[in-house]
């Protein structure tokens, strides 16, 4: 609740009160991203109106429900429809005459058929928008997109609004993890401002001057390298993961443990511990996606050599997958034709119960399709796995769906999980044999209680 604090903290008065110059801001998309960024910053004192075209979306929203799982923003979500202070809409029309720094937060999917970023949604949104820009005014993307986007888009808003030249294009990427997104919309690590104009600079202050007030450091950039900063700082993260993973199979044929590699390679300072973890391996709508992108649009560019291991690193954390299924499989003696297998979690991380690329469901699934009879159990992502993977059984609590299990297999580290009683679980299950896929369980507890333990690169 330390996000809350600080946003009643620095909501008690208006931004920028007194000096007339408070921007009355737009978001347009009202998914995971646009969302929070639209609640945030109305509980920061802005005037806020938020975009869709999906009316059930707008409505939901403006009846005080936030339609996924992020801790947190309901509350923030009440504060600020209380205050007035943020309202929703499907109208274009109504945006562009409401705000004066609209910001652009839908989509940016993988293609089908495709490692390309699909742009048809923020084409679309950026070009309903322009059209009705008459006046002068700042339209400034979050989305992930391509390298040399901004560009284009710059050319679309001038040829396609009224007010042709008035309206500029400014790009300020974010950098959300999703069960912490509001805590990093309140307090970022810092603010990217790619912009093409002292104005545009200025207008971006503005938006965002009780955050800038916290000592938030501030880059100020070129709309091009503010582009890059998103995809740069996912591929750096998903390659350090997929490093210590690709040790993990290095320990599997030697018989080291990845687990003491990787404390051992984090008291390196020019190493650092932070995503250093060994396990399943990343997924979610953003890190698996920007890679892919990145990595094709620098082949359109003809730079495609310089990220060429970024192919590799995609293969690594996929083998991940298949090697989990693979410990499973051994356990349970060679063969999962009826085997009944118990799988905690389906999200890709804990807090969220977002399933995109979710290693978790891709186990789960591959298990089902070896003929095993699967459970799966998740505190947030139930209702989004089962509409996604109908085939797979659910619980409703860890204990219950281990009930009769012959293996458990640990995939989305939730706090409950780590914290399960060894002993509680093994008086349930057929077997006591399990696959920790996270790195989170304390092998000598589980171990001492009976259990046969396995873990990726680990003896």
């Not at 600079?201 to 950039?221: C, G, H, K, Y």
């Not at 609590?397 to 093994?426: K, N």
Request: hydrophobic share 45%.
């Amino acid at each position: 609740m330390a996000a809350i604090t600080f946003a009643e903290d620095v909501a008690g008065a208006r931004p920028g009160e007194g000096d007339g110059a408070v921007p009355r801001l737009t978001v347009i998309g009202t998914g995971y991203l646009g969302a929070t960024h639209a609640i945030c910053m109305a509980v920061l004192g802005f005037d806020v109106l938020g975009v869709d075209v999906d009316p059930g979306k707008i409505e939901r929203l403006a009846g005080g429900e936030v339609p996924f799982f992020e801790p947190g923003l309901p509350e923030l979500l009440a504060k600020a429809l209380d205050s007035g202070r943020l309202r929703f809409t499907t109208s274009f029309e109504e945006a562009a005459e409401f705000g004066d720094v609209h910001f652009i937060c839908v989509g940016t999917p993988q293609q089908r058929g495709s490692d390309a970023a699909d742009m048809t949604y923020v084409d679309s949104a950026v070009t309903e928008l322009a059209r009705h820009l008459r006046r002068r005014a700042l339209v400034v993307g979050k989305s992930t997109v391509p390298v040399g986007t901004a560009a284009r888009l710059t050319e679309l808003v001038r040829n396609t609004a009224p007010a042709g030249s008035e309206v500029e294009l400014a790009w300020n990427p974010e950098f959300l993890r999703e069960g912490y997104a509001v805590d990093d919309t309140l307090r970022p690590d810092r603010l990217v401002f790619g912009t093409a104009s002292a104005w545009a600079e200025e207008q971006l202050r503005a938006a965002f001057a009780p955050v800038i007030a916290r000592d938030t450091p501030v880059v100020v950039t070129d709309l091009t390298t503010a582009e890059l900063v998103k995809v740069a700082a996912n591929s750096f993260l998903a390659t350090k993961i997929s490093y210590i993973n690709a040790m993990a199979e290095v320990c599997e044929a030697t018989g080291g443990d990845v687990t003491g590699l990787a404390e051992a390679l984090a008291y390196d300072d020019r190493i650092g511990g932070r995503f250093l973890k060994p396990g399943l391996g990343f997924g979610g709508g953003c890190l698996p996606k920007d890679i892919r992108a990145f990595a094709h649009r620098a082949e359109e560019l003809g730079v495609g050599q310089a990220v060429a291991f970024l192919r590799e690193v995609d293969g690594i954390n996929k083998r991940r997958r298949a090697r989990t299924v693979d410990l499973v499989r051994e356990m349970a003696g060679g063969d999962l034709t009826g085997v009944r297998v118990t799988a905690l979690g389906a999200a890709f991380k804990p807090n969220s119960d977002d399933i995109r690329d979710a290693p978790a469901l891709d186990v789960a699934s591959t298990l089902h399709q070896l003929g095993a009879h699967v459970t799966v159990v998740d505190p947030a992502a139930t209702e989004n796995a089962r509409r996604s993977h109908p085939e797979l059984s659910y619980g409703t609590d860890a204990l219950s769906a281990a009930t009769g299990a012959d293996v458990v297999v640990l995939l989305t580290e939730w706090t409950e999980f780590r914290q399960i009683d060894p002993e509680a679980m093994g008086a349930v299950v057929a077997s006591r044999r399990i696959v920790d896929g996270r790195h989170a369980l304390d092998p000598v507890q589980w171990r001492t209680a009976g259990w046969e333990y396995r873990a990726l690169g680990r003896p």
